[in-house]
């Protein structure tokens, strides 16, 4: 916990936050499903635009998952903006969140979401 990898004076480091919502590929209302995950997508683009934190990146669907990219500074900041967002709605259980403290392969810190609130 806490902020140690937190290099948002440096512009020059890309840290990220990856949220992974775990979908019913079998079920009949993975429509209904999908429509609420666009609802909240839309409303964490909307939350990081107007914070200017950093930047929504799009999203991906497949193989069950339902993935979200964010990207700026500080991946501390794109989380801490992002629970509140994420809390709203009843995420499935296997959901997470993934904050990384830099380009892809840097260290990555997971935290598991379900049930509508961060774990």
Same mark, same amino acid.
Request: charged share 25%; aromatic share 6%.
């Given at each position: 916990?806490? %902020?140690?990898?937190?290099? %948002? !004076?440096?512009? %020059? ?13 079998? *079920?009949?209302?993975?429509? @209904? @499903? ?12 909307? +939350? ?14 497949? %193989? ?10 500080? +991946? @501390? ?8 967002? $994420?809390?709203?709605?009843? $995420? /499935? $259980?296997? !959901?997470?969140?993934? *904050?990384?403290?830099? *380009?892809?392969?840097? *260290?990555?810190?997971?935290? /598991? ?7």
């Amino acid at each position: 916990m806490g %902020s140690t990898n937190d290099q %948002s !004076s440096n512009g %020059s480091v890309e840290q990220a936050l990856i949220i992974t919502i775990t979908i019913g590929e079998a *079920k009949p209302v993975v429509r @209904e @499903e999908v429509q609420k995950l666009f609802e909240l997508e839309e409303e964490l683009r909307k +939350a990081i635009e107007d914070s200017r934190v950093g930047e929504y990146d799009g999203n991906e669907i497949g %193989s069950g998952t339902f993935t979200m990219y964010a990207y700026g500074p500080s +991946a @501390e900041k794109l989380w801490a903006l992002a629970m509140p967002v $994420l809390a709203k709605y009843r $995420l /499935p $259980l296997g !959901s997470h969140a993934m *904050k990384r403290y830099g *380009k892809p392969g840097a *260290k990555e810190e997971r935290i /598991p979401l379900g049930n509508g609130l961060a774990n």
